[in-house]
């Protein structure tokens, strides 16, 4: 069978991998165009494209996929069967219809929990003690398919986007890996989403990773390691932005007392103490403005940081 993957990110090739190991043809990988990245802003390929040209397959990259021109070059393919796995464009309707076997989606959540494009992002920074990979057929809705097949893995409290998405990236391609056979038999079993039961995980716009120091300290765990590695937690100190890599939960009794919300403690060999609306975390990696990321006691022993100071009095 000849198979056309669309995908872009490190989450996405493990995916690439299976399909190609498989005994079917994947003739084409459509991916998002090569972008800028780093402070020097050189031009770089996504991971799939990388993953793509080391095994000979064509890659097409259009900026926009509903384009006639796009949508035309990959019907000349005649697909059997269109696997997608974070690819970051809607596919129109007229690519959905092209191939006899449909197309499929790797989505990393247990549908219809957190439709949208940062499922791993807002289950982590909602506190989820659980998550997983469906894959599904590709309807025109955002993440609205039927079901084809699902897989469950445990988020551990120190899990990080960073870390949950290496979970789920290899346990969709398992997935991935032990659903195709069905899918080419046509032996799979359709089972609708619950609208009712759907929720959402948009795109993490700037606001979210903004800390709000008067939500409780499990709130703001949360939000750090949900935005660990990207885009990063952050708040203000004297002015200037600070991001905040790690923290944990405080435990000291009557620690925060009634200190304000952002009012830096103490200082001790763990890092920062801070308080929060309720309770108090300890800040204990962080990333200062124009530095590199470091244990926030290191940045304390060369900053005049004391107590009584306030975090996030300045929002930039």
């Known amino acids: 069978m000849k198979i056309v993957f669309m995908g872009t990110p490190d989450f ?38 990388v993953e793509a040209i080391a095994h000979g397959i064509p890659v097409l990259q259009p900026a926009k996929l509903r384009a006639p021109e796009a949508v035309n070059e990959i019907a000349q393919l005649k697909p059997d069967l269109i696997v997608t796995a974070a690819y970051g464009q809607i596919l129109p309707k007229r690519i959905l219809e092209l191939p006899a076997y449909g197309c499929i989606n790797v989505h990393a959540s247990l549908l219809p929990k957190y439709r949208g494009g940062a499922p791993i992002h807002h289950a982590v920074m909602n506190g989820e003690t659980l998550t997983g990979v469906t894959i599904m057929y590709m309807a025109e809705g955002l993440d609205t398919g039927d079901m084809i097949s699902q897989i469950a893995v445990p988020i551990d409290i120190a899990d990080t986007t960073g870390t949950l998405h290496d979970k789920l990236s290899h346990a969709g391609a398992r997935l991935l890996e032990k659903t195709l056979p069905d899918v080419f038999a046509n032996s799979v079993m359709r089972v609708p989403q619950k609208d009712s039961e759907a929720t959402y995980a948009p795109n993490i716009r700037r606001e979210d990773e903004w800390i709000d120091w008067h939500k409780p300290d499990r709130h703001i765990y949360n939000q750090v390691r949900g935005l660990n590695p990207w885009p ?7 002015g200037a932005i600070m991001k905040v890599w790690k923290c944990r939960i405080d435990q000291t009794p009557n620690q925060r007392n009634d200190a304000l919300p952002g009012t830096v403690l103490a200082v001790t060999r763990e890092g920062i103490v801070v308080a929060c609306g309720e309770g108090c975390v300890v800040l204990t990696e962080i990333q200062p403005a124009g530095k590199k990321i470091m244990p926030a006691a290191e940045f304390c022993r060369g900053a005049h940081i004391h107590a009584g100071m306030r975090l996030g009095v300045e929002r930039l």
């Open 232 to 238: 990063v937690a952050y708040t203000t100190l004297q």
């Open 12 to 49: 996405a090739v493990p995916c690439l991998r299976v399909l190609i190991a498989s005994n079917h043809q994947v003739i084409a990988v459509v991916t998002q165009p090569d972008r800028e990245k780093g402070r020097k802003r050189i031009v770089t390929p996504p991971p799939v494209k």
